[in-house]
Structures are given as C-alpha cells and as structure tokens.
C-alpha cells in the first residue's frame, strides 16, 4: 500500500517557468490538500478537494492552480514561477472531513531563481 | 485567519528527561490533532482530541484538550533519541463545506543520547 505518492521529489525552476507537481493516492479517499511548508511558519493550505471534479481555495492560492478529474489524483500546477513559491510542497489526503487524520506524501521541494 | 502559537520553538534536552510542548490560540477549536515529522517525510498523526478538558496517552506520550477547546499540550516522559522530530498542532475550525485546519509552526525537538 504506497499510500500518498507525490513526484517529483526535488526540482529546480526559473522565474517565469511553469510545472505541475503529481500527487497520487491509493486509499480511495475523497478528501485531498495540496500544503506548503516554510521554514518556522507551520503548513499552509493552498487548495483542497471533497472528490471528483470539486477544488475549492484553501489559505494561499495566489499563484497556483488544481484539478481533479479522479480520485486518486490531484496535481498542483504552478504558472509564471516566482521566487515566492521557493517551498516544499505536501499532498494529503482524509478519509473523514471534519476529524479525519490527514496522510501526508514525502513532500516535493522546489526551488525558484 | 485562525492562528496557533507552537512554544518552545526549539527544545534539546538529554535522553531521560521529561518534556512539555505547548500549542495555544485565541480562538475555539472543534478538534486538535499532533503531529510528527521527520526530515524529508511529510507529517505523521500522533492523535485527536475533541472534547474539552481531554487527556489521551500513547505510551510515553501525553496529550491534553484545554477546557476551553483553545490550547493543547503534550508531554513526553523519559524522552528518547527516537522521539526527535518536529511536532505541529493543528487546529481544526471548519465550517459547512469550507476546511479550517490551522496548523502551528511546530516545535523541533531533539533528544540526545
């Protein structure tokens, strides 16, 4: 059970380019979150789906977009890359909404020069 | 925004040794859960806590509900080189359709043997 799979691991891109981060799941949950962790500020939502072909902004969606055409899949695209988006980028996904435990992807650190 | 303060921000102590991590806000939570993370892995849950005033215990690991459902604690007795990590809390304050997880800025714990 490979759980919340994320790719890629690392990447490097310049201002102005685009990428789309994958995250795949295998739990069959409905429930999935795209989070970005900076240093000393804690995880902050950036866009998350309730199931199939919904997506809804979270806290910091400015930048970025998503799509769920599946429910295993739920990949973040960055457009116009700005050194801002220097983080590393976590998928989740929950079984249960409200209360539900969050399973987290190893994480996709990206860097922008 | 709802906001979760996370003290100590770092914390060393020697293998042995008893702890206490704390994560407060000013605002009401439904559920708080604890997290840990280690380098390069994305978090893992530790527990849920919903009630006010609620205790829960994980082997050497203790979690605390505040009354008022707007703090948390955790204590970790006899702490081991296994127990590094970085914890977060996280809040969850969602309403109708829209999620609210509010996570902390975490407290990056080392134990030394």
């Known amino acids: 059970n490979a759980g919340v799979t994320q790719t890629p691991k690392f990447r490097i891109l310049k201002i102005g380019q685009s990428m789309t981060l994958q995250c795949t799941q295998d739990m069959n949950h409905n429930y999935m979150y795209w989070y970005r962790q900076d240093p000393g500020m804690g995880l902050k939502l950036i866009y998350y789906s309730v199931g199939a072909g919904i997506t809804d902004k979270g806290e910091v969606p400015n930048g970025y977009n998503v799509s769920r055409s599946t429910t295993e899949d739920f990949p973040l695209r960055l457009e116009l890359a700005a050194p801002s988006q220097t983080s590393v980028y976590f998928c989740?996904?929950?079984?249960?909404?409200?209360?539900?435990?969050?399973?987290f992807g190893e994480g996709s650190r990206l860097t922008v020069l | 925004t709802q906001l979760l303060e996370q003290s100590p921000q770092f914390l060393s102590i020697q293998e042995g040794e008893n702890l206490t991590v704390y994560c407060n806000s000013l605002?009401?939570?439904?559920?708080l859960q604890w997290y840990r993370q280690e380098p390069g892995e994305g978090p893992v849950l530790l527990v849920t806590v919903v009630t006010g005033g609620e205790v829960k215990k994980l082997k050497r690991l203790t979690f605390q509900f505040g009354d008022a459902r707007k703090d948390s604690s955790l204590h970790i007795t006899a702490a081991q080189p296994g127990d590094t990590g970085l914890y977060l809390c996280a809040g969850d304050s969602s309403s109708g359709s829209a999620r609210q997880l509010t996570f902390g800025s975490g407290t990056q714990l080392t134990v030394l043997p």
């Open positions: 989740a996904s929950s079984y249960y909404y409200r209360t539900g435990e969050l399973f």
């Open positions: 605002s009401v939570f439904s559920s």
